[in-house]
C-alpha cells in the first residue's frame, strides 16, 4: 500500500468518514487477522488477550512490548482491519507546512502527522486507528476535512526529525516561560556585579577588618541559627509522623495491591559519555515489575556522543525501551535533553532515572497508586535516594550519610511542615499534564531538578515524597565530588536569583511561611557554606588557642557564639543518627562524627560554583557514572533493594 494509493483513495472518497468516528468500521478483529497474516501464534494470542484482560492496553501494545509481531506487521494489521493505506513519509516526505500548522510536538502528542493534501481533504497520518477518531474534530478545526491513512510508529518520530528538527531542539531550549528561566542569564552583569562586591570587601578590609569580620558573624550566625532551626523542625515533624506511621510493608502492599487500570509509565533516562553502565541499566531496569505494556523508556542520547551510541549499539534493547537522540547545540544540559524527550513520551505519568540507578522493584507500581488516589494538586513524587557503595572509602560512607539526612528526615520533615521541596534529580515521576502545563524543565538550569520543585509550588501544585527507594552510585573522590557540588551550588543561586526577581510575587504564590522557608533553604544553605571558614574559626574559642574577637567580645558573649556553633554540630549529627536507624546504615553511625570534616570541602565548592556564576553559569559539570556498581555492603533488606553486583 503506497502513497499513490492513500492519495487515489483520499481523492475518490474511500476513507471519508462522518466526523468523530473512524473511516472505516473494522471488518475483522485484530487478532484474528495477524493469525490470518501468519505472524502471530495461536498461543501468543491467548497470553496477550489474558494479559489485556488485566490491563487498560490496546491488544496491539500488549503484542509489541512482549515481542509477538512488531510495528510493521501491526500496522498493515491495522491498515487491513479498517480498509486504510499505509504511507511511508521516509519515502515520500510530509509536507513541512502542513506540520506546522498543527505543530511538531502537538503531532508527537496525537500520534497524527499531516502528510498531504487530496483535494480539500488532507490527509492524516496516524499510528493507531483509534488516535484518529479521539482526535478528529480537533483536527478538522485546524485543517478543515480530514482523512486517515496509517503510519508506523517509528517512522513517525523520524519524520518529524527529518522535516522539524531545529523547531523541536528550540522548543526544548525555550519551553519554560522567559520570567521563570534563567536563559536570560547575564553572567557579565553578574561578573561586574561580583567584582564589585569582591573590591569594596577588599577595600574595606584594609581600612576596617574587624568590621568586615563582624558582619560576616552576624550573617554566618543568623543563617547559622535560622537553618539550625529548620533542620530541627523537620526532625521533629518526622519523628512526629512516623510515630503514628503505618508499618512500611503494610503501606506498599496497600499502595501496590491490584493492577487493573494501571496507566502508561514513561521514564527518561538521560545518558551522556555512559558506555560502561548500559548493560547494567538495562538489568536493572528489567527488574520492574510493572507490566511491559504499560513500561516505555526513553534512553536520551546526545547527537554527538560517539561513545554512548556505540554502547547502545553493541546492546539488544528491550521492546519496552527506545532511543531517543537529542540533536546537536551548544548547550548540552540534562534538563534540555529531558524537554527534547518529553515530546515524544507515551505516558500519562512522567519519571526519570539516572544512568547508574537501581530502583526498587514494585516502585513504579507504587507511583501509579499514588497518583491514582490522591488529589490533582499532586504533581510530583519524589522517590527516596540511597547509594549502593558506601563502603568504597570515607567520603562515599559521608556522602551516605548527607543522602539518608535529607531523604529520611529533612524532605519528610519539610513535607509534614508544608514547605516547598526541592527535588531530586532523579527518582521523579510527574503527571503528564502538569509538566507539559509548566512548560518541563528550565534547559539553562544545572539544578533543573530543584528549580521545577519551587515552580511546581508557586503554580498551587503539591509534591509528596514516595517510600520508595533507588540506589545509585556515590561520587567518592574528592575532585568529582567538589565539580558535582560546585554544580549543585551554582544552580542553587541561579535558581534563588530567578525566582527572588519579583519577590512580591513570589510571596503572594507562596504564602509567608513557604517563603520563609524557601529564603532558609536556598539562601540559608550558599551562605551556611560561602562562610564556613568563619564559623570553623570559633573552635578556636573552645580550645583556648585565640580569636580575631579576643580581647573585643566580652568572654560569655563569645562563648554562647562557639557553643552556638557546637549546639548546631549536635543538632546536625542528631539528625544523622536518626537517619541511620535503617538496619544496612547502623554501621555507618560511627562515621557520622567525621561529616564535621566532610562538608567544609562543600566550601570549595561554593567559590567554584560562585565563579562559575560569573563565567560560565550554564556550563554542566559532568559526573562520571559506573566505575564503583561491584562495590556494596550487602543487600539492605529492610529496604527491598536490588543491588546489584554485576
Given at each position: 500500500?503506497?502513497?499513490?494509493?492513500?492519495?487515489?483513495?483520499?481523492?475518490?472518497?474511500?476513507?471519508?468518514?462522518?466526523?468523530?468516528?473512524?473511516?472505516?468500521?473494522?471488518?475483522?478483529?485484530?487478532?484474528?487477522?495477524?493469525?490470518?497474516?501468519?505472524?502471530?501464534?495461536?498461543?501468543?494470542?491467548?497470553?496477550?488477550?489474558?494479559?489485556?484482560?488485566?490491563?487498560?492496553?490496546?491488544?496491539?501494545?500488549?503484542?509489541?512490548?512482549?515481542?509477538?509481531?512488531?510495528?510493521?506487521?501491526?500496522?498493515?494489521?491495522?491498515?487491513?482491519?479498517?480498509?486504510?493505506?499505509?504511507?511511508?513519509p521516509l519515502a515520500d516526505l510530509a509536507d513541512p507546512r502542513?506540520?506546522?500548522?498543527?505543530?511538531?510536538?502537538?503531532?508527537?502528542?496525537?500520534?497524527?502527522?499531516?502528510?498531504?493534501?487530496?483535494?480539500?481533504?488532507?490527509?492524516?497520518?496516524?499510528?493507531?486507528?483509534?488516535?484518529?477518531?479521539?482526535?478528529?474534530?480537533?483536527?478538522?478545526?485546524?485543517?478543515?476535512?480530514?482523512?486517515?491513512?496509517?503510519?508506523?510508529?517509528?517512522?513517525?518520530?523520524?519524520?518529524?526529525?527529518?522535516?522539524?528538527?531545529?523547531?523541536?531542539?528550540?522548543?526544548?531550549?525555550?519551553?519554560?516561560?522567559?520570567?521563570?528561566?534563567?536563559?536570560?542569564?547575564?553572567?557579565?552583569?553578574?561578573?561586574?556585579?561580583?567584582?564589585?562586591?569582591?573590591?569594596?570587601?577588599?577595600?574595606?578590609?584594609?581600612?576596617?577588618?574587624?568590621?568586615?569580620?563582624?558582619?560576616?558573624?552576624?550573617?554566618?550566625?543568623?543563617?547559622?541559627?535560622?537553618?539550625?532551626?529548620?533542620?530541627?523542625?523537620?526532625?521533629?515533624?518526622?519523628?512526629?509522623?512516623?510515630?503514628?506511621?503505618?508499618?512500611?510493608?503494610?503501606?506498599?502492599?496497600?499502595?501496590?495491591?491490584?493492577?487493573?487500570?494501571?496507566?502508561?509509565?514513561?521514564?527518561?533516562?538521560?545518558?551522556?559519555?555512559?558506555?560502561?553502565?548500559?548493560?547494567?541499566?538495562?538489568?536493572?531496569?528489567?527488574?520492574?515489575?510493572?507490566?511491559?505494556?504499560?513500561?516505555?523508556?526513553?534512553?536520551?542520547?546526545?547527537?554527538?556522543?560517539?561513545?554512548?551510541?556505540?554502547?547502545?549499539?553493541?546492546?539488544?534493547?528491550?521492546?519496552?525501551?527506545?532511543?531517543?537522540?537529542?540533536?546537536?547545540?551548544?548547550?548540552?544540559?540534562?534538563?534540555?535533553?529531558?524537554?527534547?524527550?518529553?515530546?515524544?513520551?507515551?505516558?500519562?505519568?512522567?519519571?526519570?532515572?539516572?544512568?547508574?540507578?537501581?530502583?526498587?522493584?514494585?516502585?513504579?507500581?507504587?507511583?501509579?497508586?499514588?497518583?491514582?488516589?490522591?488529589?490533582?494538586?499532586?504533581?510530583?513524587?519524589?522517590?527516596?535516594?540511597?547509594?549502593?557503595?558506601?563502603?568504597?572509602?570515607?567520603?562515599?560512607?559521608?556522602?551516605?550519610?548527607?543522602?539518608?539526612?535529607?531523604?529520611?528526615?529533612?524532605?519528610?520533615?519539610?513535607?509534614?511542615?508544608?514547605?516547598?521541596?526541592?527535588?531530586?534529580?532523579?527518582?521523579?515521576?510527574?503527571?503528564?499534564?502538569?509538566?507539559?502545563?509548566?512548560?518541563?524543565?528550565?534547559?539553562?538550569?544545572?539544578?533543573?531538578?530543584?528549580?521545577?520543585?519551587?515552580?511546581?509550588?508557586?503554580?498551587?501544585?503539591?509534591?509528596?515524597?514516595?517510600?520508595?527507594?533507588?540506589?545509585?552510585?556515590?561520587?567518592?573522590?574528592?575532585?568529582?565530588?567538589?565539580?558535582?557540588?560546585?554544580?549543585?551550588?551554582?544552580?542553587?543561586?541561579?535558581?534563588?536569583?530567578?525566582?527572588?526577581?519579583?519577590?512580591?510575587?513570589?510571596?503572594?504564590?507562596?504564602?509567608?511561611?513557604?517563603?520563609?522557608?524557601?529564603q532558609v533553604l536556598l539562601l540559608g544553605t550558599l551562605v551556611?557554606?560561602?562562610?564556613?571558614?568563619?564559623?570553623?574559626?570559633?573552635?578556636?574559642?573552645?580550645?583556648?588557642?585565640?580569636?580575631?574577637?579576643?580581647?573585643?567580645?566580652?568572654?560569655?558573649?563569645?562563648?554562647?557564639?562557639?557553643?552556638?556553633?557546637?549546639?548546631?554540630?549536635?543538632?546536625?549529627?542528631?539528625?544523622?543518627?536518626?537517619?541511620?536507624?535503617?538496619?544496612?546504615?547502623?554501621?555507618?553511625?560511627?562515621?557520622?562524627?567525621?561529616?564535621?570534616?566532610?562538608?567544609?570541602?562543600?566550601?570549595?565548592?561554593?567559590?567554584?560554583?560562585?565563579?562559575?556564576?560569573?563565567?560560565?553559569?550554564?556550563y554542566w559539570d559532568k559526573t562520571t557514572h559506573g566505575k564503583?556498581?561491584?562495590?556494596?555492603?550487602?543487600?539492605?533488606?529492610?529496604?527491598?533493594?536490588?543491588?546489584?553486583?554485576?
Open positions: 500500500m503506497g502513497s499513490s494509493r492513500a492519495v487515489h483513495q483520499v481523492a475518490q472518497g474511500g476513507t471519508s468518514a462522518a466526523p468523530g468516528v473512524l473511516p472505516n468500521a473494522p471488518r475483522h478483529r485484530l487478532g484474528q487477522l495477524l493469525l490470518d497474516m501468519g505472524v502471530l501464534r495461536p498461543g501468543d494470542l491467548l497470553r496477550a488477550l489474558v494479559l489485556q484482560s488485566r490491563q487498560d492496553a490496546m491488544l496491539g501494545d500488549v503484542l509489541l512490548a512482549h515481542g509477538m509481531i512488531t510495528d510493521a506487521q501491526l500496522t498493515e494489521a491495522l491498515a487491513r482491519q479498517f480498509d486504510v493505506a499505509v504511507v511511508n502542513l506540520i506546522d500548522r498543527l505543530g511538531p510536538t502537538r503531532c508527537l502528542a496525537m500520534g497524527c502527522l499531516p502528510w498531504r493534501r487530496a483535494g480539500a481533504v488532507t490527509v492524516i497520518a496516524c499510528t493507531r486507528p483509534d488516535q484518529f477518531a479521539l482526535n478528529r474534530d480537533a483536527l478538522t478545526a485546524v485543517f478543515g476535512p480530514v482523512a486517515m491513512v496509517l503510519i508506523a510508529g517509528p517512522h513517525l518520530h523520524t519524520a518529524l526529525l527529518q522535516t522539524r528538527r531545529s523547531a523541536l531542539r528550540l522548543l526544548a531550549e525555550n519551553c519554560v516561560a522567559p520570567s521563570e528561566s534563567c536563559r536570560n542569564w547575564q553572567a557579565s552583569k553578574a561578573r561586574a556585579w561580583g567584582l564589585g562586591v569582591a573590591a569594596l570587601a577588599v577595600t574595606t578590609l584594609i581600612y576596617s577588618p574587624l568590621l568586615v569580620f563582624s558582619i560576616l558573624v552576624v550573617v554566618a550566625m543568623v543563617t547559622l541559627v535560622l537553618s539550625m532551626g529548620l533542620k530541627v523542625a523537620a526532625l521533629v515533624a518526622h519523628l512526629r509522623a512516623a510515630r503514628h506511621a503505618a508499618p512500611r510493608s503494610m503501606m506498599r502492599a496497600a499502595v501496590a495491591g491490584g493492577s487493573a487500570h494501571l496507566p502508561v509509565i514513561s521514564i527518561m533516562v538521560p545518558l551522556h559519555r555512559e558506555e560502561d553502565v548500559i548493560p547494567r541499566l538495562l538489568a536493572r531496569l528489567s527488574k520492574l515489575s510493572y507490566p511491559v505494556e504499560l513500561l516505555d523508556v526513553l534512553l536520551v542520547v546526545e547527537e554527538r556522543d560517539a561513545t554512548t551510541h556505540h554502547a547502545l549499539a553493541g546492546q539488544t534493547l528491550p521492546r519496552w525501551a527506545r532511543i531517543i537522540t537529542v540533536p546537536h547545540a551548544t548547550l548540552k544540559t540534562k534538563p534540555r535533553a529531558l524537554n527534547f524527550a518529553l515530546a515524544f513520551a507515551k505516558g500519562s505519568i512522567i519519571g526519570v532515572y539516572d544512568a547508574e540507578d537501581a530502583p526498587e522493584a514494585d516502585q513504579l507500581y507504587l507511583v501509579a497508586r499514588r497518583f491514582a488516589a490522591a488529589d490533582p494538586t499532586l504533581a510530583c513524587l519524589q522517590g527516596m535516594l540511597d547509594f549502593y557503595n558506601p563502603a568504597t572509602n570515607w567520603l562515599s560512607r559521608c556522602f551516605t550519610i548527607e543522602y539518608a539526612a535529607w531523604f529520611r528526615v529533612i524532605l519528610p520533615g519539610l513535607e509534614r511542615l508544608g514547605l516547598v521541596l526541592p527535588l531530586g534529580g532523579t527518582t521523579l515521576f510527574f503527571r503528564r499534564d502538569i509538566l507539559d502545563k509548566l512548560g518541563g524543565w528550565d534547559a539553562h538550569n544545572v539544578t533543573e531538578d530543584a528549580d521545577l520543585g519551587i515552580r511546581l509550588a508557586r503554580h498551587g501544585y503539591r509534591t509528596e515524597l514516595l517510600a520508595s527507594t533507588t540506589f545509585e552510585e556515590a561520587n567518592c573522590h574528592v575532585i568529582p565530588w567538589i565539580k558535582q557540588r560546585s554544580r549543585w551550588l551554582k544552580g542553587y543561586a541561579i535558581t534563588y536569583a530567578v525566582h527572588m526577581r519579583d519577590p512580591k510575587r513570589l510571596l503572594a504564590q507562596l504564602g509567608w511561611w513557604r517563603f520563609g522557608g524557601l551556611q557554606f560561602v562562610l564556613t571558614p568563619v564559623l570553623w574559626s570559633f573552635w578556636l574559642l573552645l580550645f583556648g588557642l585565640g580569636h580575631p574577637f579576643d580581647g573585643i567580645l566580652p568572654f560569655p558573649l563569645a562563648f554562647g557564639l562557639a557553643a552556638l556553633f557546637l549546639l548546631s554540630e549536635t543538632a546536625n549529627l542528631t539528625v544523622n543518627l536518626v537517619a541511620l536507624r535503617q538496619r544496612h546504615h547502623r554501621a555507618l553511625r560511627i562515621w557520622a562524627l567525621s561529616l564535621h570534616f566532610y562538608f567544609p570541602l562543600a566550601a570549595l565548592a561554593a567559590y567554584k560554583g560562585l565563579w562559575e556564576l560569573m563565567s560560565s553559569p550554564f564503583y556498581a561491584a562495590v556494596t555492603e550487602g543487600a539492605p533488606s529492610d529496604a527491598a533493594a536490588p543491588i546489584d553486583t554485576a
